[in-house]
Every structure is written in structure tokens, then in C-alpha cells.
């Protein structure tokens, strides 16, 4: 029997994330920022919805980079300087983002004929780098200033073995050079203002709103890229909250040295985030298969097609599915497998065969790019 493959345009596709590193379940549903969000979408319009969006992330996190950068600077806050660091990595996100969206929704052509949807997971790629990178120097950064504070805590403390301790562990801790902040001024002398509070509290709000507005585009669009920015915002949201907690507990206790301490939290949520997207991007980018939930997602949605079923969609030259498999290239997935057919099923009627299963994949999987079908004649139906 022939083997015959159905394309389909790149823009059309429906991601549900089975495979996205980034679960991030939150059962609070905050309905009034959802409300809002759900208003600002609307008023996008239906043109190119993930580049507005996009674009509205950018403008935010250059106003966040700036005024957190500046408060953070002005009041002494080691937290909220990391956090600022993280939004410019937002920044360059956002840009990456806008680039890889755009790009990856161009139809198939003559040189990429399955489309440039894997360009949405070379920009995963780019954005994780960035915030690895942004992690490392974050929290260089933050041990130094650590040590920093360390040393002056046990200069003026009275003799006896803390201070001994602490004497011997910032004279034995490795340093490196710190290449992560520009600023020469030592944290460690100045107490952080408790205005820096309002600074980080806007950072919460904002970057969660983001979040809620970019996933709803998202989930909309079928864009993995957009997905990807959208968690983005939600971890400098988290990481605005460790500020916030950072800052709260130096005001309250300025002998600890609390707020270097919540800077280094931060790089490690950045850490995390982008060693999480870099896992699921690798992925995608060797082709690994999808997981054993979507194939029999997929299977699922193929089932009333079959003999077997009781289904008035059912088919008699559906006789069993077999070896159903599934990669990921950015936001579509491609699925093949073996479909058993009678022994004398005619050329006609397989390719009305493969229509029907085409057709009725599209409808429950959205995000299926394209699905070849191997015919497999057997002389016995299959159970």
C-alpha cells in the first residue's frame, strides 16, 4: 500500500503543553487580575495577538529594569538589584520572543517545508542562556556581598568563638572576581530602606499580571514560545516575592544580613527556570518523543474511528493502530504511526481512509502539524 503525508500550515495549531517543563499548577484563581487581563486581551484584537502582548511585556520590563535598578541602587538593596537583573533578562526574552513568534509562524516554503515552528524552540533556547548567565552573575555577586557582610559582622563582634568562626570562614571562602554590578558601593554598611518595599511589591503585582495576560495569549495562539515567556514573568514574580521577603527581614533585623542573602535566593529561581526551559528545549530540539499521555491522547482521538467501535464515525477499513509516535518542533508536534487495514482495501479508499483520520485528529489534538499514515494490509481483524 502507498504511504501518503498530510501537511498543514504552520499557523494553525492548538499547543496544550504535555511536554512543557513548566506545570506551575495554582489552584487560587485571583478572578479580579484575571478579569483584567482577560480585558486588555480583548482589546488586542485578533491581528497578531502575540507580538502586542509581547510588546506589552517589553515596555513593562524596561519601566521594571529601570525603576527597580534605580530604587534598588538609591535604597541600598541588594534583593531588589537582582530582581532588576531580572527583568532586564525579561527585556532581551522579550525581544527573543517577538523575533522567534513572528518567524515561526511563515507557512511552509520550497526551503523549509515543514514550516519554521522549531525557530519558537530556538528562541526557548536563547532565553534560557540568558537567564543561566544572568543566575551565575546574580549570585557571584550576592556571595561576595555576603562575605562582605560576614566580615564586618564579625569585626564588631565581641571576642569568642562565633566570631572566631565566622572570622575563619570569610578568610577561607573562595572569592572570584566579580564582574556581575558595575556599582562600588558596599551594601554591607547601609541599611536598606524599607521604601524599597513598594519597589519589589510593584514587581509582584505587574509581573504576575504579565503572566496571567501572556498565558492567555498563549493558550490562544498555540504559541510554545509565548508559553515559555509567559512563565517567565511568573518567575520574576516569584522572585520580586523573595525581594519583598529579603527586604522585609533586613528591616526588621539590619544586624542580619538578610538582603544579599535574598538576592542570592533570586538567582537561584532564575536558575531553575532556565535550566527547566533549556531541559524541555533540548528536547525538542533532538527530536525526543512525546510522552506516553499524549500518544494515547492521540490514540483516544483515533478510537472511535476504528472497526471495533461503537462509534457512528467508526470505519470498517479501520482495523487496529499501532506504533504511534510523536516529536515536537516548537509549538506543533508531528505524529506517525501504522494504521491496519483489510487486505484488499483499494488506493481510493485508503487516501478517504487517511482523510477521515486526519480530519478527525485535527479536531481533538489542534497542535498536530502533520500525520503520516503507514498502511499496514492484514488479512484478520486485529484486536
Not at 543566575?135 to 564588631?156: I, P, R, V
Not at 498555540?222 to 527586604?247: E, K, P, Q, T
Not at 486526519?358 to 484486536?383: C, H, M, W, Y
Request: glycine letters at 8%; proline letters at 5%; charged letters at 15%.
Amino acid at each position: 500500500m502507498q504511504r501518503r503525508t498530510v501537511h498543514r500550515d504552520a499557523s494553525d495549531h492548538d499547543h496544550t503543553h504535555d511536554t512543557h517543563p513548566h506545570s506551575h499548577s495554582h489552584s487560587h484563581s485571583h478572578s479580579h487580575g484575571a478579569e483584567s487581563a482577560e480585558a486588555v486581551i480583548a482589546a488586542l484584537g485578533r491581528n497578531d495577538r502575540g507580538s502586542r502582548i509581547t510588546l506589552l511585556g517589553l515596555a513593562a520590563n524596561i519601566g521594571l529594569t529601570a525603576i527597580k535598578g534605580a530604587a534598588g541602587y538609591l535604597t541600598h538593596s541588594t534583593a531588589l538589584i537582582a530582581d532588576a537583573g531580572h527583568s532586564l533578562s525579561d527585556l532581551v526574552g522579550d525581544f527573543v520572543t517577538l523575533a522567534c513568534y513572528r518567524i515561526s509562524r511563515r507557512p511552509p516554503s520550497e526551503a523549509f517545508p515543514y514550516g519554521l515552528a522549531k525557530v519558537e524552540t530556538l528562541g526557548t533556547v536563547t532565553v534560557s542562556l540568558f537567564l543561566i548567565t544572568g543566575a551565575a552573575a546574580l549570585g557571584l555577586h550576592s556571595y561576595h556581598l555576603l562575605l562582605a557582610s560576614l566580615a564586618e559582622t564579625s569585626a564588631t563582634m565581641p571576642a569568642g568563638p562565633l566570631a572566631d568562626a565566622l572570622t575563619n570562614f570569610t578568610t577561607a571562602a573562595p572569592t572570584f572576581h566579580d564582574h556581575s554590578h558595575g556599582h562600588g558601593h558596599s551594601h554591607g554598611g547601609l541599611g536598606v530602606d524599607p521604601n524599597a518595599l513598594w519597589f519589589a511589591a510593584l514587581g509582584v503585582v505587574s509581573k504576575e499580571w504579565l503572566y496571567r495576560a501572556t498565558k492567555t495569549v498563549a493558550t490562544q495562539e498555540n504559541s510554545s514560545v509565548l508559553m515559555a515567556n509567559a512563565y517567565h514573568h511568573r518567575s520574576d514574580a516569584y522572585g520580586s516575592a523573595v525581594a519583598f521577603c529579603a527586604i522585609l527581614g533586613n528591616w526588621w533585623w539590619p544586624s542580619l544580613p538578610l538582603d544579599p542573602i535574598g538576592g542570592f535566593i533570586v538567582s537561584l529561581v532564575i536558575l531553575q527556570n532556565g535550566a527547566s526551559l533549556l531541559l524541555g528545549a533540548s528536547g525538542d530540539l533532538t527530536d525526543a518523543g512525546v510522552p506516553p499521555t499524549t500518544r494515547a491522547a492521540i490514540k483516544d482521538a483515533l478510537q472511535p474511528l476504528l472497526a471495533s467501535s461503537q462509534s457512528p464515525e467508526s470505519s470498517p477499513n479501520l482495523l487496529a493502530l499501532r506504533h504511534i509516535r510523536g516529536r515536537r518542533a516548537g509549538s506543533l508536534v508531528f505524529v506517525d504511526l501504522t494504521a491496519e487495514v483489510p487486505k484488499l482495501l483499494t488506493v481510493s479508499d485508503a487516501a478517504a481512509l487517511e482523510e477521515q483520520m486526519t480530519a478527525r485528529l485535527k479536531a481533538e489534538r489542534k497542535e498536530v502539524g502533520e500525520l503520516r499514515i503507514k498502511f499496514q494490509p492484514v488479512d484478520n481483524v486485529s484486536n
